[in-house]
């Protein structure tokens, strides 16, 4: 499996970035997907996900922000981040799940590179 991120960047706060994460490898749909981000000194977070039956879900710091949805044609996943604040500055991580029909999972999940974001005040 191998997951391709890109879309970080520096921007203010109250702005707006996209993420992107292409996956290759097997049949992206029965997967679960999501982001995770990780701040130095802390542990990996889980930000939001969605499912291989296309329920999503957010960390309670990111509702209404943030949001999380794929294009199972390209086999892509994004994340478009709104209204960013600074305290959502992170490493963003794309990650898939290693079995099908699955959550998430931080010991077990396919991880991408990470994407720096980083949001001034």
């Known amino acids: 499996v191998q997951l391709q991120a890109c879309g970080g960047g520096l921007v203010q706060a109250g702005g707006s970035l996209r993420l992107s994460c292409a996956a290759s490898?097997?049949?992206?749909?029965?997967?679960?997907t999501g982001w995770y981000r990780q701040v130095p000194g802390k542990q990996r977070e889980l930000v939001a996900q969605i499912t291989s039956g296309s329920s999503t879900n957010y960390d309670d710091s990111v509702k209404g922000r943030l949001t999380i949805y794929r294009d199972t044609a390209k086999s892509t996943v994004y994340l478009q981040m709104n209204s960013l604040k600074p305290e959502d500055t992170a490493v963003y991580y794309c990650a898939a799940a290693r079995f099908p029909g699955a959550p998430l999972n931080l010991n077990t999940d396919y991880w991408g590179q990470g994407t720096q974001v980083t949001v001034s005040s």
């Open positions: 490898g097997r049949t992206f749909s029965q997967y679960a």
